[in-house]
T-cell receptor
Framework: DAGVTQSPTHLIKTRGQQVTLRCSPK?????VSWYQQALGQGPQFIFQ???????QRGNFPDRFSGHQFPNYSSELNVNALLLGDSALYLC????????????FGPGTRLTVT | GENVEQHPSTLSVQEGDSAVIKCTYS??????FPWYKQELGKGPQLIID?????GEKKDQRIAVTLNKTAKHFSLHITETQPEDSAVYFC????????????FGTGTRLQVFP
């Protein structure tokens, strides 16, 4: 049973550029949440997707957007990258009819120069 | 706004000793409290969780306690082993019956042989 997978593993971008990160949820899960983890900090909730719609959102600007596909996989897009966007981006999946357990992927390390 | 405080930030113990990590949350509506273990270069791994209708939960060497009145919850690891060394995060649901999580700042646990 494959767990949550994310791609790419690492990414280096320049300020002002745009980036797309990808996530495939754990088998049987239909909900995907995205988190940003700065170095030495806990993950911060960006947003959550269910039934191809953004269901909940944290305190992140509109530069952060996402998408969920019919197969439940998801993308995180960040526009106009800032140096402060450098972080580990984590995807977590869960089952909407379950008991809230979220399982994380290995993350994508984004470096903005 | 919602907040989760976690202490201590670092914890060093001898193999075989017990380790305790404590968290305090601010949102009275929170009813789901997971704990995650994060090893270097990996995503957070769910190790145990507790819901607000339960005061204590145990799984082999790991136990979690919850005091809803004081808004405190704690992770207890007994008979620690070197492979327990990692960063541990507590988290709380933001609101009631939601899997949107707010995380603590993490505790780096080192278990010395």
């Amino acid at each position: 049973d494959a767990g949550v997978t994310q791609s790419p593993t690492h990414l280096i971008k320049t300020r002002g550029q745009q980036v797309t990160l990808r996530c495939s949820p754990k088998s049987g899960h239909d909900t995907v949440s995205w988190y940003q983890q700065a170095l030495g900090q806990g993950p911060q909730f960006i947003f959550q997707y269910y039934e191809e719609e953004e269901r909940q959102r944290g305190n992140f600007p509109d530069r952060f957007s996402g998408h969920q596909f019919p197969n439940y996989s998801s993308e995180l897009n960040v526009n106009a990258l800032l140096l402060g966007d450098s972080a580990l981006y984590l995807c977590a999946s869960s089952y909407s009819q379950g008991a809230y357990e979220q399982y994380f992927g290995p993350g994508t390390r984004l470096t903005v120069t | 706004g919602e907040n989760v405080e976690q202490h201590p930030s670092t914890l060093s113990v001898q193999e075989g000793d017990s380790a305790v990590i404590k968290c305090t949350y601010s949102d009275s509506a929170s009813n789901y409290f997971p704990w995650y273990k994060q090893e270097l270069g990996k995503g957070p791994q769910l190790i145990i969780d507790i819901r607000s209708n339960v005061g204590e939960k145990k799984d082999q060497r790991i136990a979690v306690t919850l005091n809803k009145t004081a808004k405190h919850f704690s992770l207890h690891i007994t008979e620690t082993q070197p492979e327990d060394s990692a960063v541990y995060f507590c988290a709380a649901s933001i609101g009631y019956n939601t899997d949107k999580l707010i995380f603590g700042t993490g505790t780096r646990l080192q278990v010395f042989p």
